[in-house]
C-alpha cells in the first residue's frame, strides 16, 4: 500500500520508518511519499498561508500550492483523507475499509485549516482521531497510518494477530502478566500457569468483558449483541458480569 502524504512539516515523518511500520517499509508491503506542500508554493517567500476572508482567528492554507501538491500525486483518482477535528471519526470500520485502498492520499492540515474550494474540488474525506484540537495533522495522520498499516497482509505476524487486540475484538485487551511469577509480593493469577487452555480463555474473557463493561459501556452493550456466537461457557461467563453489573447498579 502506498501513502502519499502533503505536509508542510516532511521531517515529522521520519518516525514512520521505525518499528513495526518500518520493517513494513523495507520489506516492501508499505510505501512513503511525503511530499512538502511548500516545494509548490509560487510565492518568491514559498508562502503557503492567508488570512481567511470574512474575518476569523488564525490563517488558513492556500489553495494554490495545496493545488499543486495534489495535482503532484495524481490525487483526483485517488481517495484523499483530510485529517480535521471536525472530520468523521475514525473507528476499526474505517481503517479496514482503507486497508483495502493500494493508495490513498492523506492531507495534512496546520493553522486555522485549508481553503474549501481544495476539499469540494479533490473530494476529500474528512476524517477525525478524537474529539481535540492539535496544531496540525501530522500525528493524526500518523495515528492513522499505523492503525491501518496493522490490517495490512503480511505487516504483522499474522492475521490474528492484528484482530485479537482490544477494540478488534469488540471488547477491550484483557491483564496479561510475563517473568516473574511473584514480584513485589505480586502474584501472577493462578489460573495463567495451570497450562488448561480452556479455562486460560475463559479467564480472559471474563476480564476483557469487566474491564470493557466498567471503561467502555457502549462497547460492551455492542458485544451483548454477539451473545448467539459465543459458546455456552463463553455465554455462561458473559451472564456472569452482567448478574454482577446489575449488582453493582443496585448497590449504589
Not at 174 to 195: A, H, I, W
Not at 241 to 251: F, N, P, T
Amino acid at each position: 500500500m502506498k501513502f502519499n502524504i502533503l505536509t508542510l512539516f516532511p521531517d515529522m515523518f521520519s518516525a514512520v520508518n521505525t518499528s513495526m511500520v518500518g520493517r513494513a517499509v523495507k520489506n516492501g508491503l508499505i510505501d512513503f511519499n511525503v511530499v512538502n506542500i511548500r516545494d509548490f508554493s509560487t510565492d518568491k517567500h514559498k508562502k503557503t498561508d492567508d488570512m481567511p476572508f470574512g474575518g476569523g482567528q488564525g490563517m488558513l492554507l492556500m489553495a494554490q500550492p495545496l493545488w499543486g501538491a495534489m495535482d503532484s500525486v495524481g490525487a483526483q483518482n485517488k481517495r484523499v483523507i483530510y485529517m480535521s477535528p471536525r472530520g468523521k471519526l475514525m473507528d476499526q470500520n474505517l481503517i479496514e475499509d482503507l486497508a483495502q485502498e493500494e493508495e490513498i492520499v492523506i492531507l495534512c492540515g496546520h493553522y486555522e485549516g485549508v481553503d474549501q474550494r481544495v476539499l469540494d474540488y479533490w473530494n476529500c474525506e474528512e476524517v477525525s482521531i478524537g474529539d481535540y484540537v492539535l496544531t496540525g495533522g501530522e500525528l493524526a495522520s500518523m495515528v492513522m497510518i499505523d492503525a491501518v498499516a496493522r490490517m495490512i497482509p503480511g505487516v504483522l505476524a499474522s492475521r490474528e494477530a492484528a484482530v485479537d487486540e482490544s477494540v478488534y475484538s469488540g471488547l477491550l485487551e484483557y491483564p496479561q502478566y510475563t517473568q516473574p511469577r511473584s514480584f513485589e509480593g505480586l502474584d501472577v493469577p493462578e489460573v495463567l500457569l495451570n497450562g488448561n487452555h480452556q479455562l486460560i480463555h475463559l479467564w480472559k474473557l471474563e476480564q476483557a468483558l469487566r474491564l470493557t463493561r466498567a471503561r467502555r459501556p457502549d462497547l460492551f452493550q455492542n458485544f451483548l449483541s454477539r451473545r448467539d456466537e459465543l459458546t455456552r461457557p463463553e455465554r455462561k461467563v458473559l451472564d456472569k458480569v452482567i448478574s454482577e453489573g446489575s449488582e453493582d447498579e443496585q448497590g449504589k
